[in-house]
C-alpha cells in the first residue's frame, strides 16, 4: 500500500513536469508562456505567429498549446 502511494506520486511529479516541458519558455513560472516570454527565447514568433499558436485566444499559450508549436518546430523542445 505504501510502495503503491510513493509511486503514484513519482508519476504525478513526472507527469506535472512533462505536461509543461517547456519551463524555460515560462519566464514568470505562472503557466502560461506571453508573446513576450516565447519572443525572449525565440525572436522569430511574431504576434501574427502567436496568435495563430493560441488556438483559444487568451493573449497567452498553455502547455498544450507550447507543445503544438514545439510539434511544429515553431518553439524548441526544451525538455531535456
Ligand atoms: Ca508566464
Ligand atoms: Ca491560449
Known amino acids: 500500500m505504501k510502495t503503491y502511494l510513493a509511486m503514484s506520486a513519482i508519476l504525478a511529479t513526472a507527469m506535472g513536469s512533462a505536461a509543461f516541458a517547456a519551463t524555460e519558455l515560462d519566464a514568470n513560472a ?35 498549446e507550447v507543445a503544438a508549436a514545439q510539434d511544429a518546430g515553431i518553439m524548441p523542445k526544451t525538455s531535456g
Do not use: K, R, Y
Open 30 to 64: 505562472d503557466g502560461m508562456v506571453t508573446l513576450e516570454e516565447a519572443q525572449a527565447q525565440v525572436p522569430e514568433i511574431t504576434a501574427e505567429i502567436f496568435s495563430s499558436l493560441d488556438v483559444n485566444a487568451d493573449g497567452a499559450l498553455d502547455s498544450e
